[in-house]
RNA sequence: CGCGGGGUGGAGCAGUCUGGUUAGCUCGGAUGGCUCAUAACCAUCAGGUCGCAGGUUCAAAUCCUGCCCCCGCAACCA
């Protein structure tokens, strides 16, 4: 009844400023939880910040700061987007809070039969003191283009993290489903990737060139490197090992993550946790990227749409509707400032704003706003929460978009202003208009029901107005349409 | 022969696994209706060789074979 859930998400680097990818994460995350909640859950949902790394330190440098105090400013970045997408998540991580810090030693040290020291070769490049992939170093032609000086060839010590010992457990786990990656196509992917084995991952740096990160216990020259410190946050957060209540929560439920970082979810991750002898999360779901009219986003070529221009200049609901229905769930979406506004004055103005104020508008003027008994919407929802369910949620929200269409075509088909005409003399047309108003508000406070993981703010407007039975004053038209990036069909020709 | 995803009316998609009514939906276009509503809504119509070529079958968008094209990924990216 009131299980207990977890839900996570990715935690970004914070060297820069956060993007539309990060704001999926969140909203995705969130709709989740809100749906679980609706259905008397108890959730906890992760967010945070992965604040170490030589670029980071970089970066403080640049800025005249110590990296410490680096983050503590730009981490702000991050937590103001997640509140401006809505995101009521229950837990904020840093890895540079002290409970990380300790926890990650702690799980350090456990994993101890799984470490082994090694050596790291590759392509250095001493202007960024960092190695290069051979791919990158290649694609360069052996010049760092940002220091303009050959790569060197280098090797040094490093702590090795056995992956491939538990090569085995982690493709059973994907195969049997014990750990499901959603959707299946990246299930395959990584089943493919990982045919040959897992390999073992390099997870420290000599102090020298990496000096902004988590000490490894016992050996005062090496720092561990960023991926077993960030993964490790999702049960940090938690209070492992050391406050009981993570047991209550672990395994997560869902965690949510880019295409981009699958491997490392889907790889290292659960070999973490097979060496700490923890279960592995239940479902791993891998949403796509946002293109800009089929074009990557990037900041060369300058397409990049800013999350917070779009909830500034449309609304959050409007932001959520978007990139809920539009991008789809599992898969690459696509934004364009046309489609977005379109998309907004069709759906959210014509379809469901319009439904709303047609409803209370017949009600204020034919009943007083009375709207007496209205009885439980009727539509099947199956369809909807097996969407759900499957995290489709943009399949979810067609399922609401139906219900809009056809009380439409209900309103329409029964025509409560001509029954109004008769209302007057005939005592029974004034019983036939109460019931149908009140119908319709049925199916209007259930499309309100399932609208509360989508559109918060909309859904609680529509119980606001309708669930008292008698309509609350209406106030400002939802979703007034807008025409900024597209032609108004009905303005006036100039 | 690296791996994966995809190619369905102007645009975006569903349907393909488990062949079978007139190939469905949203947006866009045209026409008509209505007037409660944000000039919104409703109805009808136009528009498709279901990437190409073969094959299996009474029957294929759906199964099989070959080919073409587009897009991701190809491991330390935090």
Not at 166 to 184: G, L, S, Y
Not at 316 to 341: N, V
Not at 472 to 490: G, M
Request: overall charge negative; some cysteine.
């Amino acid at each position: 009844m009131d299980k207990k859930l977890y839900i996570t998400t990715a935690i970004p680097y914070v060297n820069g400023t956060p993007h539309i990818g990060n704001a999926l994460d969140y909203l995705l995350a969130d709709i989740w939880t809100r749906y679980q909640k609706q259905n008397g859950h108890d959730v906890r949902f992760q967010v945070g910040t992965d604040e170490h790394g030589n670029k980071i330190a970089a970066k403080a440098a640049e800025a005249g700061l110590d990296p410490k105090s680096y983050t503590d400013q730009t981490y702000l970045n991050f937590e103001k987007l997640m509140k401006k997408v809505g995101a009521g998540y229950t837990d904020f991580v840093r890895t540079t809070d002290p409970h990380h810090i300790q926890s990650v030693q702690y799980i350090w040290q456990q994993l101890q039969p799984y470490i082994y020291k090694g050596n790291y070769e590759g392509w250095y490049c001493v202007g960024c003191e960092s190695f290069v992939s051979d791919k990158e170093a290649t694609a360069n032609n052996g010049v760092c283009p940002d220091h303009n000086q050959p790569y060197q060839r280098l090797s040094e010590a490093n702590y090795y993290f056995k992956t491939s010992a538990f090569t085995d457990k982690v493709r059973e786990a994907i195969e049997t489903n014990q750990m499901q990656i959603v959707p299946e196509f990246r299930k395959k992917e990584f089943l493919e990737l990982m045919k040959d084995g897992l390999q073992d991952v390099s997870i420290s740096r000599p102090k020298k060139n990496l000096s902004w990160g988590i000490p490894v216990p016992g050996d005062p020259t090496q720092v561990m490197y960023v991926w077993l410190d960030a993964l490790a946050n999702y049960i940090t957060i938690l209070g492992y090992p050391d406050q009981p209540a993570w047991k209550e929560y672990w395994p997560a439920d869902v965690q949510i993550i880019g295409k981009d970082i699958l491997r490392f979810h889907a790889g290292l991750w659960p070999s973490m946790l097979f060496g700490l002898g923890l279960e592995l999360p239940k479902k791993l779901l891998v949403h796509g990227h946002i293109n800009v009219g089929n074009t990557k986003m990037s900041k060369t070529i300058g397409n990049i749409v800013d999350p917070n221009q779009v909830i500034d200049e449309y609304g959050l609901d409007a932001f959520r509707y978007y990139f809920s229905r539009h991008i789809p769930t599992l898969d690459d979406g696509d934004f364009t400032w046309e489609k977005f506004e379109n998309s907004y004055n069709t759906e959210l103005a014509n379809d469901l704003g319009n439904v709303i104020r047609r409803v209370s508008s017949m009600l204020t003027r034919y009943q007083a706003g009375v709207i007496g008994e209205a009885p439980q919407g009727e539509h099947d929802m199956g369809a909807y929460h097996a969407a759900m369910e499957n995290l489709e949620f943009n399949r979810a929200i067609d399922e609401v978009w139906l219900m809009v269409k056809s009380l439409n075509q209900y309103i329409e088909n029964v025509k409560p202003w001509e029954i109004a005409k008769n209302v007057a003399k005939d005592a029974e047309a004034a019983a036939h208009l109460a019931e149908v108003l009140a119908y319709s508000v049925g199916a209007l406070l259930q499309i309100g029901d399932l609208l509360v993981p989508f559109l918060p703010a909309t859904a609680d407007n529509i119980h606001k107005t309708f669930e008292t039975g008698v309509i609350v004053a209406s106030e400002a038209v939802l979703f007034p349409r807008i025409y900024k990036h597209t032609t108004d069909p009905n303005a006036p020709k100039a």
